[in-house]
């Protein structure tokens, strides 16, 4: 049987959460390994994780990255190949739909949780390898900064779209247009097959692109689910992408990264509105007409 190599991280426990407003040891080591050629993580029983790669050279890199950054004993990191046997679906069955405003994110099998309301609109996201199912702050952040705008009659444009859920959201919110880019072209497949399970909505385009060096990308409101690190050393090529007076949305920001972010962004953009959850950033910013 194919085996995956794998880190198991045994947490202090419950804790070692961090004050108030800051981030969780959790979310520390997420912030470490983004960038990492991760497949999954998967949350075991115990404070544990298994977190999953593609190649030795990859587990190697991120066991030494997370010495680095936590010290010795801050974790208790242990290298281990998993055998396959479907335990990707097998970690993602207990996930729930979960709601923002009026958008519900939610697995197929939880697809109804809402049903009832006529005000909620629902986006259908399969849980996959190595690709967000829309439950994380970051994403909670984006879906209600795209909820303070009207949608109606605009171009979007969703940079590093992953499993395409604020794509598809934008989309049922309104926007005439939705442009959703990615540099992998697995995540792009992954999208696409989401785009499928919510009807396959003829506005929404998915294309392999890097918004640093792709050139004609313009749109109303931008949605920028990055990372600190990317969205400060892509400032300029991000805010091109911003038609005059438009809105550009971002976040995938640690509570440490907000206001180094935000500098890069002031000479063109002003804050509309920004919010913190879990120690995560995200912000609607505004350019000027």
């Known amino acids: 049987m194919a085996t995956w190599p794998a880190i198991e991280i045994v947490f202090p426990g419950p804790g070692a959460a961090c004050e108030p407003g800051t981030l969780t040891l959790q979310d520390r080591v ?32 991120a066991i030494a990255l997370l010495h680095a950054t936590n010290g010795p004993g801050a974790l208790g990191l242990r290298p281990v190949d998993v055998d396959d046997g479907d335990w990707a679906r097998r970690s993602q069955e207990s996930l729930r739909a979960v709601r923002a405003g009026r958008v519900v994110v939610a697995p197929p ?78 995540a792009l497949a992954n999208a696409r097959g989401n785009a499928e399970r919510n009807g396959g909505p003829r506005s929404v385009e998915f294309r392999q692109a890097d918004f640093r060096q792709a050139p004609g990308l313009e749109a109303d409101v931008v949605v920028a689910n990055l990372t600190g690190a990317v969205l400060t050393a892509g400032a300029a090529g991000l805010a091109r992408t911003v038609a005059p ?43 000027a007409p």
Do not use: K, N
Not at 116 to 129: G, H, K, L, S, Y
Not at 144 to 155: M, P, S
Not at 248 to 260: M, P, Y
């Open 30 to 61: 997420l912030a470490d390994l983004d960038g990492l050629d991760l497949v999954a993580i998967s949350e075991q029983p115990g404070e544990t994780w298994q977190v999953f790669f593609r190649s030795e050279g990859e587990r190697a890199a």
């Open 109 to 186: 099998w939880d697809a109804g949780a809402w049903a009832d309301d006529p005000a909620v609109v629902t986006v259908v996201i399969e849980p996959a390898m190595g690709f967000g199912s829309g439950h994380h702050a970051t994403t909670r952040l984006c879906l209600d900064a795209l909820q303070r705008l009207d949608l109606r009659g605009r171009r979007v444009l969703d940079v590093g779209t992953g499993s395409g859920v604020l794509a598809l959201a934008a989309a049922r919110l309104g926007a005439a247009t939705v442009l959703a880019i990615d540099v992998d072209p697995d």
């Open 245 to 287: 007076g438009g809105a550009l949305i971002l976040s995938g920001i640690t509570s440490e990264e907000r206001d180094a972010v935000y500098r890069v962004f002031a000479g063109g953009f002003r804050i509309e509105w920004f919010a913190e959850e879990e120690g995560w950033c995200g912000a609607l910013l505004r350019s």
